[in-house]
Each structure stands twice: as structure tokens, then as C-alpha cells.
């Protein structure tokens, strides 16, 4: 008898991004800006001291004090991962028993639900309400009636673009005292309504952070994770030992000590951000194009259409590329020449 995967893999495939060269990219919300020259000399005068023979540091102490430091946290509290991604497979797999329920929201980031089932994790999904919003109430009475250990969500969401005020995700939190509540705020860094100073006082919280978006850092997988100290001290001793190499570990300490520089730039995202969304919202009313465009508190655009396939389409041949889901499209606010080109490609669609 021959070797057969087990049902867990066995239709499991490898995520498939956009493939190919296209002269502008706005399909996976990383920043338009890339690190400025002085930044990138000062960086590999920092790498040229590692010592490329020895293991890296097993808690990334450098750069969980730079990040610290960045967003006025303790580092006691931050655990570094191999990107958020890998900080959601160790919480799915060590902070959940295989039977235990975690509840997701629909809308929003696929992998939380993936990760979940694949370490044998039952899960739930709460819909959100037509305006695509999470009612908390709703949520928490959700969460209550599947007994849920766990409920995990991204706050602003992706891929939505809207956002749930502190007030309801410390109802949230405050309700459901015995789950586990995963709170992602990898697009925060665009709103005001973090939690990240409060997530000493909870019992509960483990907030995700990420260096992919405002901090301009996709090119390196680093992400942290901020609980209390008993929940930090269980997600250390559960990762892997050695989960962020050396020279991530530099690239990202340097990177972080920027305070102004990253500030400025994420200031310029949220203004593009801003102008990208006035200028679609004009072509909706020029045109009557769309079924809805969304106010965003993130660095993209998310838009409800019917013709998603085909805008998505007429987009990658004008060598534009975009993300699109099944009725919608979500557009990463580029640079200004970026944001004008794809409003142009969008007129030209309109008007052909």
C-alpha cells in the first residue's frame, strides 16, 4: 500500500499570488515607499557585523526593543514572529486543543480561518452586517453560543477597509472573559484606535502588529505579537527558537529607530489614501459605476461591484494590478503618479 496524505493536506494547495511583471502594484497593501538611500547604506554597514556563523538571538531582543520603543509599549510584552502569519500558525496550534471552537468574522483575512483548521480547530464564522460591520453585541452573543475559546478578527479589517472603535472591541473583549481574543491591527498604523496601550489590563488579548504595511518592511518577514506577561511567556516557549534571522533582526532594528521618517511616510500614505478614495468616489458619481465605495481608515480602497472580473481584468492589460474578491475589488493607495494612472485606467474603462 502506497503513501497517502491525510485528509488535512491532501486538497490543500500553495497560495497562488499575481504572477508576472506589471509596471504598477497595488494588490497586496504594501507601502509605496521604499527606504530612502541613507537608510539602505546604514543598514548594510549594520549587517556586515554579523557574525553570519552563529545562530540569531532566540528572542530577537534588538529589534523587540526597537519596536517597543517605536510604539510606546514594554518589551516584556512583544514577541517577535517570522511575520504575523507565523505568529497566527503558533497561537492556532498552542493556544487551541484540537475540538476547541475559534470563532472568525466574514469579511476578512483567510488565513485566520486556514491556520485554524489545519491544527484541527473547529471554526465558526460570524457574518457581518450588510454593511459589511461587525455589530459587537452580535458577535459576542455568537461567540457564547458556539462556546468559542477563541475569536480572532483585524481591526481596521482587511480586506474591508473599515474599522471597529475602541470602545466596541473592549466590549468585545471585556464580554467574552474566557476566550482568547486575537486582535490584529496589521493596518492601525492608518486610524487611532488601537488597543496597544491597553493590553496589559486584559487577561485575553493578544494584539498582532505587523512591519508589511505602514512600516514599509514586506520585503522582511518580521511581525510581533503583544499580550500580557503570562500570555507572552507562553507564546515565547511555544515558537520555534530561532524564528527570526540575524539580518532581519538588523534590518528591522535600524529600521524602527526612524521614528520621523516612518511617520512621514505613513502620514503620505493616509493623505494618497485619502485623495484615491475622493477621486473613485468622483468617477462613481460621474459615472454611476459602482454599487458602493467604502470610506477607508486603512492604505487601501475596498469597492462593491458586479463587474469586478471584468475591471480587474481591463486593469492587468493596462499592466495594473489589483485585488480582486467575488463582487469587490480593493485598490493599495500607490504614489500620487500611481493613484493617477489607475484613476486614468479606470475613466478609459468607463468611458470605452
Not at 476547541?100 to 460570524?126: C, I, P, R, W
Not at 462593491?304 to 480587474?312: A, V
Amino acid at each position: 500500500m502506497s503513501y497517502k496524505l491525510n485528509k488535512k493536506l491532501v486538497n490543500l494547495v500553495p497560495y497562488d499570488p499575481i504572477t508576472g511583471h506589471y509596471d504598477i502594484r497595488l494588490d497586496a497593501n504594501e507601502s509605496c515607499f521604499d527606504l530612502s538611500p541613507e537608510l539602505k547604506e546604514k543598514i548594510c554597514r549594520s549587517i556586515a557585523k554579523v557574525d553570519f556563523n552563529r545562530y540569531p538571538d532566540c528572542l530577537a531582543k534588538r529589534p523587540t526593543e526597537a519596536f517597543a520603543k517605536f510604539y510606546g509599549v514594554s518589551p516584556e510584552l512583544v514577541t517577535a514572529g517570522n511575520g504575523s502569519d507565523e505568529l497566527i500558525s503558533v497561537i492556532m496550534s498552542c493556544f487551541f486543543e484540537a475540538g476547541d471552537t475559534v470563532v472568525n468574522v466574514s469579511h476578512d483575512f483567510s488565513m485566520y480561518g486556514f491556520y485554524a483548521q489545519l491544527y484541527e480547530t473547529k471554526v465558526e464564522t460570524y457574518q457581518k452586517e450588510a454593511d459589511l460591520t461587525i455589530d459587537p453585541d452580535k458577535l459576542i452573543s455568537f461567540c457564547r453560543e458556539k462556546n468559542a475559546r477563541g475569536v480572532v478578527f483585524s481591526n481596521p479589517c482587511n480586506p474591508t477597509s473599515l474599522g471597529l472603535g475602541r470602545d466596541a472591541v473592549r466590549k468585545i473583549i471585556t464580554s467574552l472573559s474566557d476566550t482568547l481574543v486575537i486582535l490584529d491591527e496589521a493596518y492601525m498604523d492608518f486610524w487611532d484606535q488601537s488597543l496597544l496601550d491597553e493590553v496589559e489590563k486584559y487577561d485575553n488579548l493578544i494584539i498582532l502588529k505587523t512591519c508589511s504595511k505602514a512600516i514599509g518592511m514586506a520585503a522582511v518577514r518580521v511581525g510581533f505579537a503583544i499580550a500580557n506577561k503570562t500570555i507572552t511567556t507562553a507564546l515565547r516557549a511555544a515558537k520555534s527558537p530561532y524564528n527570526n534571522d540575524s539580518v532581519a533582526q538588523t534590518i528591522v532594528s535600524e529600521v524602527l529607530a526612524e521614528k520621523d521618517y516612518l511617520l512621514s511616510c505613513r502620514d503620505a500614505i493616509v493623505a494618497g489614501t485619502k485623495s484615491l478614495y475622493s477621486d473613485i468616489k468622483a468617477l462613481d458619481a460621474k459615472y454611476g459605476c459602482f454599487e458602493k465605495v467604502y470610506e477607508p481608515c486603512t492604505n487601501f480602497v475596498y469597492i462593491k461591484t458586479d463587474e469586478f472580473q471584468k475591471i480587474y481584468e481591463f486593469l492587468l492589460e493596462n499592466s495594473i494590478a489589483i485585488r480582486k474578491f467575488s463582487g469587490y475589488l480593493r485598490i493599495t493607495a500607490g504614489s500620487k503618479k500611481e493613484n493617477a494612472a489607475v484613476i486614468a485606467a479606470l475613466e478609459k474603462y468607463f468611458t470605452k
